[in-house]
């Protein structure tokens, strides 16, 4: 007997659904245009060529390079999180913290790793860059100093430190192992890994720790 049901039909692609898939096809033509160029060698128009879209369909969802950036950054938000949550949760705060640097070093991670020393040294002098990023850097910061609360709480930070300091230490030693992996990877840092980690602890572990 011969079925008279109609097969199933895909639902066809919505509005949003196409809005979505545009901008994210910009945004991985602006990540590859950045990656390669840099800032300033990334043209809009560049980025229109990478994208295969006229720059009248690119400049409906995006009207600057700086606006592109603070997307890539706010589409990262969520995997950002989640790496500061599960730093939070770690027995080793300081060994978790280790571990995620080690991953933003592996290509293919979060395109905010690879991009992060070219923005932060555009956002330098232009203020529009800077104001787009700030706050999701103000987040982070937020995120991290809640983690490292947390290593104070087990043992592995001396309380006597001023954790505001603590913090912006780390946040600098972090973007520098992330820019010089760039720049030099002969120096293959990321073996090096575990012995920053260790000079790390002895500086911040607590005094007895310390002197033992």
């Known amino acids: 007997m011969t079925s008279t049901t109609a097969p199933t039909r895909p639902a066809p ?4 659904d196409h809005r979505t898939g545009q901008r994210q096809r910009i945004l991985a033509a602006a990540v590859a245009c950045f990656s390669r160029d840099g800032f300033h060698g990334a043209s809009m128009q560049k980025i229109c060529a990478e994208a295969g879209m006229s720059p009248g369909a690119l400049y409906r969802y995006f009207p600057s390079k700086e606006s592109l950036i603070a997307a890539i950054v706010e589409g990262e938000r969520a995997e950002r999180l989640a790496f500061f949550d599960a730093v939070s949760k770690a027995p080793s705060v300081l060994d978790a913290l280790t571990d995620c640097t080690a991953v933003m070093m592996e290509d293919g991670c ?10 932060m040294a555009e956002a330098i002098r232009n203020a529009d860059l800077r104001a ?9 910061r937020v995120q991290l100093r809640a983690a490292l609360v947390n290593a104070v709480e087990q043992g592995e930070i001396d309380p006597a ?4 300091t603590v913090l912006l230490l780390l946040q600098i030693i972090g973007d520098g192992v992330l820019l010089h992996h760039q720049l030099h990877p002969e120096w293959k840092l990321a073996e090096r890994l575990p012995a920053f980690a260790q ?3 002895r500086m911040l572990a607590p005094q007895t720790q310390a002197q033992a």
Do not use: M, Y
């Not at 430190?161 to 505001?164: E, V």
């Open 132 to 140: 787009a990023v700030e706050p999701h850097e103000e987040e982070s």
């Open 110 to 119: 979060l395109a905010t790793a690879r991009l992060g020393p070219e923005v």
């Open 13 to 16: 692609a919505t509005r949003a």
């Open 161 to 164: 430190l001023d954790l505001d």
């Open 199 to 201: 000079l790390v602890k």
